[in-house]
T-cell receptor
Framework: EAQVTQNPRYLITVTGKKLTVTCSQNMNHEYMSWYRQDPGLGLRQIYYSMNVEVTDKGDVPEGYKVSRKEKRNFPLILESPSPNQTSLYFC??????????????FGPGTRLLVL | DAKTTQPPSMDCAEGRAANLPCNHSTISGNEYVYWYRQIHSQGPQYIIHGLKNNETNEMASLIITEDRKSSTLILPHATLRDTAVYYCIVRPSNDYKLSFGAGTTVTVRA
């Protein structure tokens, strides 16, 4: 089954304690991205990656890092989490190129609470 | 990207068609209309997209006006599982970033 998986699904942590949210896709997609979703602010892109070793900032990259060492994985790293990073996080992937079908898939989400 | 305007909420009876409007009066010639939905904090799910012709797939139909300034998503036979927030987005097809606003909260009632 084609899917994007994220772990953990729920996480409570404290300010300053480094954490990593993993994202993996089994569709051999080149494009992957991370979003955060907050009430009243909608869905905002944090980082994206067009391919292995190619990453770029989205709209709200401050406080986050990513890496893309292999095609299937795109972890999101919070080196020193702060309470304003409390949010619902989604990973997404798709195959670039125009196509008749928008094949962007989202993971189930990771709900993060930073105390 | 062009902005979109959607009603904040709407109700629909189970088994009836749900018609969701979206205004995008500043849409550019190279921008497509996309529809996604999100069921209670789950990952967004793609529904359909189109440029200027009407489109239909197994989930829904998309009707785009001739001037492309507005569109309507049609769920032909709404079920309780269609209760979700529906987002209308316009963007070029080669821009993969999604930006969701408030969307329309659709509640399907038995």
């Amino acid at each position: 089954e084609a899917q994007v998986t994220q772990n953990p699904r729920y996480l409570i942590t404290v300010t300053g304690k480094k954490l990593t949210v993993t994202c993996s896709q089994n569709m051999n997609h080149e494009y992957m991205s991370w979003y955060r979703q907050d009430p009243g602010l909608g869905l905002r892109q944090i980082y994206y990656s067009m391919n292995v070793e190619v990453t770029d900032k989205g709209d709200v990259p401050e406080g986050y890092k990513v890496s893309r060492k292999e095609k299937r994985n795109f972890p999101l790293i919070l080196e020193s989490p702060s309470p304003n990073q409390t949010s619902l996080y989604f990973c997404a992937s798709r195959q670039p190129g125009t196509s008749q079908r928008e094949t962007q898939y989202f993971g189930p989400g990771t709900r993060l609470l930073v105390l | 990207d062009a902005k979109t305007t959607q009603p904040p909420s709407m109700d629909c009876a189970e088994g009836r068609a749900a018609n969701l409007p979206c205004n995008h009066s500043t849409i550019s010639g190279n921008e497509y209309v996309y529809w996604y939905r999100q069921i209670h904090s789950q990952g967004p799910q793609y529904i359909i997209h189109g440029l200027k012709n009407n489109e239909t797939n197994e989930m829904a139909s998309l009707i785009i006006t001739e001037d492309r300034k507005s569109s309507t998503l049609i769920l032909p036979h709404a079920t309780l599982r269609d209760t979700a927030v529906y987002y209308c987005i316009v963007r070029p097809s080669n821009d993969y970033k999604l930006s969701f606003g408030a969307g329309t909260t659709v509640t399907v009632r038995a």
